[in-house]
């Protein structure tokens, strides 16, 4: 921070989600206050290890069910286990303003439609395989999923199109990751001016609007990292001049500068 103080992003938010993580996959809900506390009493331990703003401490929570119970397959398991992880993160997805090379996948789902908003393994796991098709073959940083051409989001993050007056993004909706990050973005945009529109999108709007506007994805590491280039269908498209649009670059500076103290905490995000 500015004033050379640790403070955790969102806490109540993020551990909100992860209870609801537990609800769906109907594992034992550990209480809010527990699983903050623990969170607390992590950051104090790591006080020494956490890197200089722009890097982070990056905090998992995480919870596995551990009932003893080999024949118990088709039941929820009583038991689980509690356990945060910590990490010191550099800025990994900045690349000197560089934009995101994203290959557009409009047939396969992330997920399910009634599981995406789930922040579990299996989620990962289940899109990994396209996401290390999309390196391989494209050199492709991300996929975004677009089952039926109805834009998700990535295997990792929330995405947005932006231009200087407006960003759409998709409306909450079971199928994909409530990111806070989405939630602060949009928060943000608004106090900006900016108007921001929650619908369902095609692919087809999103080649549309690359032909003047920006992209974006927004996650707890991306922040908000513009997008330079989109693979669709073998073809690729750039987005302006390739690197982080103007109004990705401002809304992204915005959220750090509350994120680090730079500005004031006017929504209450720090903890
Ligand atoms: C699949 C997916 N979508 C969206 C997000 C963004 O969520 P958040 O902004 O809370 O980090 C993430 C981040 O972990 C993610 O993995």
Redesign the pocket.
Known sequence: MQDGGVRIFRLD??VA?FQRSAELLCLPQPPADMVAAMIRQLVELCVDDIPEAPGALYLRPSLIGTEENIGAAGAPSAQAMLYVLASPVGDYFSRGGQGLTILIEDQEQ??TPGF?QA?AGG??AS?LRHVVKARKEHGADQVLFCPNGDVQ??????FFLINDSQLLTKPLDAS?????????VITLARDLNYEVIERDFTVAEVMDWIQTGEAAL?????VLSGVGSFVYKGVTYKVGDGSTGPNTRKLSDALRALQSGRTEDRFGWLS
Do not use: I
């Open positions: 938010r993020h989600r992330r997920s995406g922040k989620n990962y899109a989001e990535t295997g990792a993050s929330n994909f990751l409530h990111g806070v990050t989405r939630d602060s927004s996650g707890t590491a991306a």
